[in-house]
């Protein structure tokens, strides 16, 4: 056996486990993904409906309001999958623009946006939680609860840190480095 094998040097283990970190970071935004699309189809189903509710003019306040609540929910979930595909919308460091995308600006960059995620984590938890426990609901028939509505936001930013997660790891398990 060779001295110089990447399973003696201890690199190997490293290596492995960040690979399947990977694989499993990437397996939730995929779910998530699946799930943006469900929405989707939901919110389409959801407008077709208002609008025939609306020609036979029947009340559609309630459709109204789950329309709402899954366009949120589309929009915090989309999210997730945007980013977990690197196609999301983010302010780049202009250094990024000059050298290129290197390690160390990588890791700065999943430092500031995890920073960000984890605090809206935590504000948006404390939202949901106070809508549960003081159980807002909607001002129309149905009287939905709004709760529903507002733990997209904190399902969708630790969805979305793990897709920042997934990315850092696939640039850090990356043969090149």
Known sequence: MSANRPEQTGAAPRRRFLERATVLTGLLADVAGHLAAGLMLLLTAGIALLILLRLLHIDNSWVYDLTIFTLVWTAFIGAVLTAYRDKHVTAGIALENIFGR?????????V????FLVLLLIASAQQWHSSFVDNETTLDVVQWHTWVAKVALPISAALWLVAELHKLLRR???KDN
């Open 172 to 174: 850090l398990t990356r």
């Open 102 to 110: 290197g390690i160390v600006l990588s890791l700065i960059r999943f």
């Open 112 to 115: 500031i946006v995890a920073g």
